[in-house]
């Protein structure tokens, strides 16, 4: 008989993980096998049974691999060690490997670090461009016209995030976390008294049709007394909790409000190269009823990170946002620190917007929700990664008082609200809202709220109607008609999602499933021009 919880230990961090061993190695046990004791497997399950799931058990059980997952599971084993105590804590995460999904460009606040980590400078953390300026344009087809800076980046850096939570994640893995990339959670799970006792991972191996192929195997369930959601911005497990205990209504929540990041990283000139460079912009290409605006970072080794962020509540159904970028791209401002350059990453993400007003309450029986999928970008800064990692850091400190002090989790939104992640919040919390005016009182507004009134207004403004609301029917626009790519500063998208690294087996079940089929046919077509075919900047809807 294979004894499985030897290798399952070993195999942290290698090429075949401990879900993958459980897997092949469960087919390979006689039918009468049984599992040791004292190991997290209960018995396992075999070819010569039903197809039921195996089943492995830890103390807290994070989703996702990212700042705020991460941050909770060393805040965890640091606790642990603290108290001469140990639990148990697994990490899954959905991409091939930790960071493979982070693909934010990212000017860094490192107070949650330093809290989490003080000694990540001597640790050799990948943080080394400190921000050199910090300059602010407002565009227009023609001209950059300087403004005062809003940001305060004194202190931060332009990182890598990706590069950042890979190396947290090697910090995880020291303290005794156990991650596992690759395996994406599907499912929720619940005890009979609705409780959520942990996660089901997708099966694999099904046809397009939706039929089992010979490699079929079933999915892991991954269970935990606590399970921690840190999928990123609208996670989908995270939003069917939201609705199933009602998070929104009992935290007094507006809806959350969107917006879509298009980014591209280029290797530019050597002389073009200014380490630590920052600007953001506002404007052009956008029309003045569409809040959003544009971003180019200068990192090291001469790549600069460049994108534009589009706010998901604009009117005209004919908008592009893949090919709104690629207009940006030519203007008089930017186009010359393109030239002679090349693109060597390209990606796209939504963010969560609404701030304050759309933060839900975020514990649930079984667990809590920490980092973005809960909201906690800060949208005047436009940073939401040291929000994000003290939220699990917090999310951390209740669990361990719930296993070593008797509490409950909903310490943690006490924590919350006493934290400086609710104090920046609320200081921003008008900023987002006042451009639903308008581009132009918009910046009037803010500006008011950000230098007189330092977010001391007593009035909090609402967000209005929801993002899909705010969508005009077409005939009351024109379509727009965008400029052909030219190949060097513009790109089609095949060629952009070739530079994503992005691959999807084919015979495999669409990831995008419609409520109702028939709505694209019978509403978006005729009343908005069907804007799905020009909204994603992947075409998955086609």
């Known amino acids: 008989m294979f004894k499985l919880s030897s290798l399952l230990f070993k195999s942290k961090s290698k090429s075949k993980n401990a879900l993958t061993i459980i897997r092949t190695f469960n087919n390979l046990q006689p039918c009468n096998a049984s599992t040791h004791a004292n190991s997290r497997v209960p018995i396992s399950r075999n070819f010569c049974t039903a197809p039921e799931r195996d089943s492995i058990e830890y103390d807290v059980v994070i989703v996702g691999a990212g700042p705020a997952g991460l941050s909770a599971a060393i805040r965890l084993k640091q606790l642990c060690r603290e108290n001469d105590t140990d639990l148990s804590v697994c990490v899954l995460e959905k991409g091939s490997e930790v960071g493979a999904h982070i693909l934010s460009g990212n000017v860094f606040e490192p107070r949650a670090l330093d809290e989490l980590l003080p000694q990540w400078k001597q640790q050799e953390a990948p943080i080394s461009t400190p921000v050199s300026s910090d300059k602010f344009w407002f565009l227009t087809k023609n001209r950059a016209i300087s403004l005062p800076s809003p940001f305060d980046n004194k202190g931060n850096y332009v990182i890598s995030l990706s590069q950042l939570v890979r190396w947290m994640g090697a910090k995880a893995e020291e303290l005794g976390v156990e991650i596992y990339p690759g395996f994406a959670a599907s499912e929720i799970l619940y005890d009979s008294d609705n409780k959520v006792i942990g996660i089901g991972t997708n099966d694999m191996g099904i046809s397009k049709d939706g039929s089992k192929k010979e490699t079929f195997q ?111 791209k030519h203007h008089p401002a930017i186009k010359p620190f393109l030239e002679g350059g090349t693109v060597i990453q390209y990606g796209a993400r939504t963010l969560n917007e609404g701030g304050f007003q759309s933060v839900p309450y975020p514990v649930f029986p079984g667990g ?8 906690f970008l800060n949208v005047p800064k436009i940073k939401g990664t040291h929000t994000a990692m003290k939220s699990g850091m917090l999310a951390a400190e209740a669990a361990f008082g719930v296993f070593n002090e008797g509490l409950d989790m909903n310490t943690y939104w006490d924590a919350l609200r006493n934290s400086w992640i609710w104090e920046e919040l609320y200081k921003s919390r008008n900023y987002r809202p006042a451009f639903k005016y308008g581009l132009i009182p918009g910046l009037a507004l803010s500006g008011l709220e950000h230098y007189i009134l330092k977010g001391r207004h007593p009035i909090t403004l609402k967000h209005g109607k929801p993002d899909h609301e705010a969508t005009n029917a077409a005939e009351l626009h024109s379509p727009i008609h965008y400029p052909k790519p030219d190949g060097v500063f513009s790109f089609d998208v095949p060629t952009s999602l070739h530079r994503s690294n992005t691959n999807h087996e084919h015979d495999q079940p669409p990831h995008l499933r419609l409520r109702d089929p028939k709505i694209p046919e019978l509403t978006n077509l005729p009343v908005f021009a069907a804007p799905e075919s020009r909204y994603c900047p992947a075409r998955v809807y086609e």
């Open 218 to 328: 079933r999915g892991v369930e991954v269970k935990g007394q606590i399970t921690l959601l840190s999928e990123g911005c609208r996670g989908s497990l995270s939003e069917q909790i939201m609705k199933k205990y009602n998070l929104r209504e009992k935290g007094g929540a507006e809806h959350q409000t969107y917006a879509l990041g298009i980014k591209e990283v280029w290797e530019i000139d050597e002389e073009k190269h200014q380490p630590g460079a920052v600007l953001h912009t506002l404007g052009w290409p956008l029309d003045h009823k569409t809040y959003g605006g544009s971003f180019l970072y200068h990192m090291k080794d001469r790549q600069i990170s460049l994108g534009l962020v589009v706010a998901l509540n604009y009117q005209n159904p004919f908008m592009n946002p893949y090919e709104e970028f690629q207009k940006f």
């Open 368 to 375: 809590a929700i920490v980092g973005c999928s809960a909201g």
